[in-house]
Every structure is written in structure tokens, then in C-alpha cells.
């Protein structure tokens, strides 16, 4: 007899009833009624209080262990633990669609929880549209990791759109989820709409051209955001140069990771030309985007007038000396530079580059300069020990 594999990520109809009973037990234990008023006017109130929080942890785990009844799954013990701590961790647990429909019920009424991690719980598209409702609904979590869960475009929209109705959330991850140009509509809508979200993770999806175009617009229409990592994606050409433009209108964001793209030349001057406008960021990480020498010299055209950058990272990029000693020359003509990292990690460097490197800490003696271990052109004195012999002269 022939057994059907489901696919895991695949949403199963055979359970709307019981969502719906669920969803109808949620409100009806969330709104128990509060206890009677005593008549000793003299109760203790810590009493009182300690008497009310009991009764919501009755309430929340009985909710969830009535909804895990009703989708046929086993109840996570953790939950159980957590479900009235300020953070709640279920990464790596193995959720499901199926766990992610039993946990939303008792989410959206859960008044404890501020974070919540649900990495790596294989959530797929129909989990993420099943906890959809209790993001939107529940103003306490405001900070939510849903990383490595392959929500896809189905769950990116269901996500996005539950982030824009709940003013309330600051953080949220979505790295690791197969997120491609499709997703990014969503993406740029939620940055256009949410002025409170504050940090987002976007980081190992598959975020390409047409995803930078989308972005850029919105990062540049953005009002809130301070952290983005986008980190790991496939952002190249006309799609990098958009979020560089992007960039150049953002008066918002401090902190900015676009390591691991293909930004390129292109993208790296039109970084460049953003650094000359921007006098908000304070921390970009450039590393492996595939940028030469003569993309490390129009980077370099904006580190000569910015004022607020702190920290630029453009390691294991191509630009070898020549590149390095540009953007470090481009840090010497600026007298107001607020630079106090400069990681050339990876590349090697020659001795005119460690000779400018000396010069430029006179100017900034808090720049820290990171630069391959090795150098080319360059050997230091070896010390006495290491000295090959001189050769002996024989007597005459």
C-alpha cells in the first residue's frame, strides 16, 4: 500500500474547523472576568496582583493546550515554561505550520511576551500566515526573529502585512528565508509604512536587482529604521545603485550591512556619492562586493567631506593597494572625519600604504587601520636570531 508524503510546507485544509474553534476559545478565555471585589477593604494588593497573574498563565496555557488538541499536535513544554517571561525562545523546535497555527491563538492575547524567537521552526508560508493575526493583534512583542523558517513570498506578504497594522514592533529577522524579487514589494510597502520598526535583518535570502530597485525608493522614504542588514543577498548593478540612492535621502539609519553582494565598482561609487549627501550613518560594512581599485576611489569621493562615519569595513575586496591607499588618502584630506574603524581585512598592502597609514594616525590618533597579515614589497627588520649568517672568511 502507497504512502502520501505531504510536503511540509504545504497548508492542510482539513483543520479550519478546529482553527475556528480555537480562534473562538481564545476569546472566550480571554475575556474571563475579573474576580469579585472582596469586601475586606484591608486585602494586600501585592496579593491581588500576584492572584490575576495566575489566572492569565491559567488561562494562556489552558488556550494552548486546548489548540494544540484541536490541530493534532503535541505541545511544546518550553511554551508552557515561558509563556509569561518577557522572552519567549522556540527556535530550533520543529514547529510546523501545524505548531505555528496551535501557538497563534494563545499569542494574541498574550500580555508577557516582548520577544519572541521562533528561528528554525520550518514555519513555511501557511505558519507564518496562521501567526499573522496575533503579530498584528498582540501590542506587547516588539521584537520577533522568524529567520530560516522559508516563509517564501507567501509568508513575506502574510508577515509584512501583520508588521504594518502593530505600531508596536522595533526588531524583526527574517534572514534565511528564500526571500526573492517578489518578496520585496512587501518589503519596501513595510518600510513606506512603519515609522516604529527600528531594526531589520534581511540578511542570506536572494534578494536581487529588481529587489534594490524596489528597496532604494523606500529606504529613502523611510522614517524610523536605524539598523539594516541586508547582508548576503544578490544586490548588483542598476538593483545597487538604486539602494545606494536610497541611501543618499535616508536620514534615519545609523547602522548599514551590504557585505556579501555584488555592488561592484558602480555600486561602491554610488555609495560614494550617497557618503557625500548623508550626515546620519555611522557604521558600513562594504566587505566582498567584488569592488577594484578604481570603485575604492569613488567610494574614496565621499569619505573626503563625510562627517559622521565611524566605521567602514572593505575587506576581501579586489582593490589590493592601490584601492586601499585611495580611500585612505581620501581619509587624510578630511579634517573633519569621524572615522575610528577602517578594515582592510584580506588585502595585502605594500609599504607606501603602511607609510601613509603612520601619517594619517598623526592626523586621527583614535583610527584603528586592520590590514592583511601579510605584506607585499615589504619586509620588516628580522631580528638578530633570525639573521641568516654571514659568511665566513677564510684565513689568508
Known sequence: MGITMRDPCEKSGENDEQEKEAAAAAGRLAGVPEAEESSDVDSDSDLEIEGTHGLGKLVKDTLYL?????????????????????????????????????????????????????????????????????????????????????????GAQAVCAALKANP???????????????????????????????????????????????????????????????????????GAIAFARGLEANIFLRILDI????????????????????????????????????????????????????SLVVSRNPMQSEGCLGVLKSVQDNPVSALELLDFSDIQVNREFDDLASSVKVILPGLCIKTAAR??????????????????????
Open 259 to 310: 557585505s556579501y553582494n555584488g555592488f561592484g565598482d558602480p555600486g561602491a561609487s554610488a555609495v560614494g556619492e550617497a557618503l557625500r549627501t548623508n550626515n546620519v550613518l555611522e557604521e558600513l560594512n562594504m566587505s566582498n562586493n567584488h569592488i577594484s581599485a578604481v570603485g575604492a576611489l569613488g567610494l574614496g569621493l565621499g569619505l573626503r567631506v563625510n562627517q559622521t562615519l565611524r
Open 66 to 154: 486546548r489548540s494544540c488538541l484541536a490541530h493534532s499536535v503535541v505541545p511544546a513544554s518550553c511554551f508552557l515554561r515561558q509563556g509569561s517571561t518577557p522572552e519567549m525562545n522556540l527556535r530550533h523546535r520543529g514547529l510546523g505550520p501545524q505548531g505555528a497555527r496551535a501557538l497563534a491563538s494563545s499569542l494574541t492575547f498574550n500580555p508577557y511576551v516582548k520577544r519572541l524567537d521562533l528561528r528554525d521552526n520550518g514555519l513555511c508560508g501557511a505558519g507564518a500566515k496562521a501567526l499573522a493575526h496575533a503579530l498584528s493583534k498582540n501590542s506587547s512583542i516588539c521584537d520577533v526573529d522568524l529567520s530560516e523558517n522559508q516563509l517564501g513570498m507567501v
Open 375 to 396: 605584506r607585499v614589497e615589504y619586509k620588516k627588520e628580522l631580528l638578530p636570531v633570525f639573521r641568516p649568517p654571514l659568511p665566513v672568511s677564510t684565513p689568508k
Open 168 to 238: 508596536a514592533m522595533q526588531k524583526v529577522q527574517l534572514a534565511g528565508n528564500g526571500l526573492e524579487e517578489q518578496a520585496a514589494k512587501y518589503l519596501a510597502e513595510l518600510l513606506l509604512a512603519h515609522t516604529g520598526l527600528k531594526s531589520l535583518d534581511l540578511s542570506y535570502n536572494q534578494l536581487s536587482d529588481q529587489a534594490g530597485e524596489m528597496l532604494g525608493p523606500a529606504l529613502a522614504e523611510n522614517t524610523g529604521l536605524t539598523e539594516l542588514n541586508i547582508s548576503w543577498n544578490h544586490l548588483r548593478g542598476p
